[in-house]
């Protein structure tokens, strides 16, 4: 098989799911990242089999095999051989901050170069570590520009080209437990693959399913996994809140699976068939079998029951997002995106609009072509978002897209950042 240039592969390492997206770049970039048209080759998944948790890599075996078979699957599709990805974050042990900074520039005529941007971004950065999670074991993972302030008066998200005194950087700081990256690594690289750049995962889910226009309006977006539930704020283009939940959809089947009294098993598969999460939507005298635990004949439950519970556990989960999201919701119009397999639950929406108030959309990526099919289910939002944010990684091509410059930058300083990061490790 051979390995061509200008293919991307997205890989999310999810708790029920490894799921690959196998990309190729347009030959040539247009305008606007809806416009990037990536067009989707191929797209594999392999179980996790409890090899992840939370998010997180637990055993390292486990997530090598799922990743080969992934990659395997995406790989046979398209015929060629995948060399290297980028890969999500997942993990509950990650955090986020905010953060600013600011910075003098001392040119004779106070033009803004790109360094300077560079040096504010650098600056967001507290020298000592500042909080606990940007201090060892701890490593840097993104530090994202959200805009900058020049001389005070004016703000832009890319200061290159203008003339002033002092730039003042605000970023979003993303960290993660450096053991935590460490055996990421170790079980992508064990399955062959070089891993291009580790992309938080809330981030990543941000690109695959939200357009530039909610990117910059303003958007919550949820991606419902089965452990997990990542939790991306954007405005003004920028990622201004990232946080996970340690919930999904797996707690939607325990919940079932005790109600019922049946396996998980067959919870599972009622959830998937019969389930709702809004009650009112399921008529009366709607019944359905399951098969209780132990063996035996199904037993008839009605579905409003089986939605019921469905509800009560979609209520709870997101008024502990709402909560936990206090303030920020304040500085975003009420503006929602459900993605993730846990947003496949009829009804979900719904129940969202009711917790939060806010206009609530169900999806996956779009905007696709070639096999756009296969990675247009919200399951999917994350991969996808990997090999977007990849593409976007690979053009940094700083003059001619002051928008996409910017974001490349962040991640390039972003990636120095982590070896500065690793640099104060060492000094300590
Ligand atoms: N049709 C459906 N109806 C209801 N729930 C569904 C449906 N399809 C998938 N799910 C739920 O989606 C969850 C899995 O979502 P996803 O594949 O995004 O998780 P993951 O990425 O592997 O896990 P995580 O992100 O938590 O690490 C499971 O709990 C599953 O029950
Ligand atoms: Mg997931």
Redo the contacts with the bound molecule.
Sequence with gaps: MTRPAGLLCGI?I????V?TVLARMPEAPSGTEEAMGLEVLAVGQAE?RNS?Q??EVVRLGGVTEAVRQAVEEVEQAAGVEVGSAFVSV?SRTRRSINSSGAISILTPQHRIAESDVYRAVMAAVPRDGGTAWLRPPYELLHALPQEFWVDDLDSTDNPTGWTGEKIESHVHLVSCPAATLHRLEEAVNGAGIRIERLVA?PLAAGYGVLTGEERQDGVVLL??????T?IAVFRHGALRHSDLMPS???A??RDLALGLKTSHAHA?QA??RY?VALAEKVPEDDHFEVHVSGGGYPKQWRRRLLADVLQRRAESDLTKIRDQLGTVLREVPRTMVLT???A???GLSDVTRLVFGAYVESRGPQGLTGRRDLAERP?FG?AMGLCRYGLLHRQRRPATRPRSALSEMGRAIGDSLRRVAGHLRKAQ
Excluded at 14 to 17: F, H, I, R
Excluded at 223 to 228: C, F, S, V, Y
């Design positions: 999310d999810g708790s029920d799911l799921r996790s992840v939370y998010g997942g995962a991606d419902i996994g089965a452990m997990t990542e999904g959809g797996r939607y089947t599972e959830k998937r389930g993730g397999g846990g496949n639950l009829d399951d994350c």
